[in-house]
């Protein structure tokens, strides 16, 4: 545990602000939720006809799949918190609805009419009595979805927003127990802190009358508890207060803020890209530069750098050619003319390729030495007549691939496996070390390979198109800041495969950081100044 407190020591400033994002898009959501929630629930007590279609679309919408939302709301709303708010408060609307109704139609109907029997309007029935009486029947579904959404919040990660999901998320691909627990046990503690808070609250709503008995009920009790009730509503308050002066305050200071931002997924390799062209930005230009680096894929970038959300984005050829841009794969494609002619497809969306960094991350089949060894193993095709009885390994976005993915690579070279897993990067290998699976299919420039040493399977029908990195810059960057292509240029062709995946190992391995990886390459060969 020394090693988990000692990098919770060195990282407490970027932890301290995931935190404070992860709560912020939880309470936000939650107060969507109640917004929606607490008058839906008003509405369908007064309509009953109207109870069975609402309670359904809110248990319907309660029980889709968090990832599939994201798909749909991506393209339309865009990346970032406001589309993981927006998700978030769609689970947490159904607890809150649903206890809002209940607490308001079980409401004794004694009560009501002593009411209306003392000139009540209904009006002042439904706000002096009805919800009175029913709130700590909403508190409590107010508390479940506050524990929910701040369980949940770790997704915004995934979408480009901030969080604590996105140290989880960063962990998980490289198999970083610290990094993993450092987002995890804050987010728990995190919960549990929301679960107590609003439990206070649960008991300062519920009115005085309905804590004691009338045998019990003397005057200072009744002070001292009302004293309580106004202590720790004021105590919420203040929180509502700074949560949102919080939320203002970092709307007007990216409004101010005249930077770029560069948005990748989470693997390791892409982070350190992403600090190469920060840094060189930033030492050539003097503009800051904003890094995303844990978002969920490259289409997600991709709608991030067409909506203006991102300014910039490294990718692969390859990837851009066939999955992004549809363009048709053919055998023995070369690199330099693949990347030619994604750049061309480019500026048909207004986007500017921005010179290619070098290193060539193409797919390959990898198997252990001594499977290579028994079966004598060279090529791809070498492993047509085992593969009924293997099973391979591969990334989620290799596995989805239309044009290039596990698929059409098995139609190519006629390869039937037994079956097929797909993994995040590090815990492939690990399936391989384990002998889960028999064959994997990871990146050339794959840092982990040095940990592994693994061997290369020949991709003898040419089937695979070069990956090489490079990089995209938007339409907005392009015009107000056109000085950032030449300083991308200066990476052009800066880094070799073998570079590149000694800095993966670097990362993935060792652990080291992506910023501090990529100032020592950037010194070393003279691309920025100390």
């Excluded at 798909?71 to 708010?85: L, R, S, V």
């Excluded at 003097?286 to 203006?308: F, H, K, P, R, Y």
């Excluded at 073998?498 to 993935?508: C, K, L, T, V």
């Amino acid at each position: 545990m020394s090693g988990f407190f000692q990098y919770v020591a060195d990282n407490y400033e970027i932890l301290l602000q995931y935190t404070m994002q992860h709560l912020r898009i939880g309470m936000l959501a939650v107060a969507a939720a109640i917004i929606i929630g607490v008058p839906l629930g008003l509405i369908i007590s007064r309509l009953p006809w109207s109870r069975k279609p609402v309670l359904g679309c809110a248990s319907v919408m309660q029980a889709i799949p968090s990832l599939a939302l994201m798909g749909f709301f991506i393209p339309i709303i865009g990346i970032g918190d406001k589309t993981a708010i927006i998700i978030i408060a769609l689970y947490a609307i159904l607890p809150i609805l649903r206890n809002t109704y209940t607490g308001l139609v079980n409401t004794d109907p004694m009560t009501i009419e002593a009411a209306r029997g003392i000139g009540m309007t209904e009006r002042q029935i439904l706000f002096k009595v009805q919800f009175p009486l029913a709130l700590p029947v909403i508190m409590a579904g107010i508390r479940v979805a506050a524990v929910n959404s701040i369980g949940t919040a770790t997704m915004a990660a995934f979408i480009g927003g901030g969080g604590l999901g996105k140290q989880i998320y960063a962990g998980i691909q490289i198999i970083n127990t610290n990094m993993i627990l450092s987002g995890a046990i804050p987010a728990c503690l995190l919960a549990l802190l929301i679960d107590y808070i609003f439990s206070l609250v649960e008991k300062a709503v519920v009115p005085v009358s309905l804590r004691l008995s009338s045998a019990a009920i003397d005057a200072a009790t009744v002070k001292k508890m009302k004293n309580h009730q106004r202590r720790v509503l004021t105590v919420v308050g203040a929180a509502l207060v700074i949560l949102l002066g919080s939320i203002i305050f970092e709307v007007v200071k990216d409004s101010r803020k005249d930077s770029i931002v560069i948005g990748t997924t989470e693997y390791i390799e892409e982070r350190i890209v992403s600090q190469l062209y920060a840094q060189v930005i930033e030492d050539r230009t003097g503009i800051e530069v904003e890094l995303n680096n844990a978002m969920g894929s490259t289409l997600v970038t991709w709608e991030a750098l067409l909506n203006g959300e991102l300014d910039m984005v490294p990718g692969y050829t390859g990837t851009y050619y066939a999955s992004v841009l549809g363009l048709e794969i053919y055998p023995g494609m070369e690199r330099d003319q693949t990347y030619q002619d994604v750049s061309d497809a480019l500026e048909d969306f207004g986007i500017t390729a921005s010179g290619q960094l070098g290193p060539n991350n193409q797919y390959v089949f990898a198997v252990k030495p001594e499977i290579a060894e028994k079966y004598d193993l060279r090529t791809v095709g070498d492993l047509a007549p085992l593969a009924p009885n293997m099973v391979v390994g591969c990334s989620q976005s290799f596995y989805a691939r239309e044009n290039d993915g596990l698929f059409p690579a098995c139609e190519e070279y006629g390869l039937g496996f037994k079956d097929a897993l797909t993994f995040g990067a590090a815990p492939m290998y690990i399936a391989l070390e384990n002998d889960e699976v028999d064959v994997i299919v990871t990146y050339r420039t794959d840092g982990l390979l040095q940990k592994y040493d693994l061997v290369f399977l020949e991709d003898d029908h040419s089937f695979f198109p070069p990956y090489v990195l490079f990089s995209m810059l938007g339409e907005d960057v392009m015009e107000e800041h056109p000085e950032v292509l030449d300083a991308c240029m200066e990476l052009n062709l800066a880094v070799t495969d073998e570079e590149m995946q000694d800095m993966n190992y670097r990362g993935a391995q060792d652990g080291e950081e992506p910023y501090v990886i990529a100032r020592e390459f950037l010194l070393e060969k003279g691309l920025i100044s100390e």
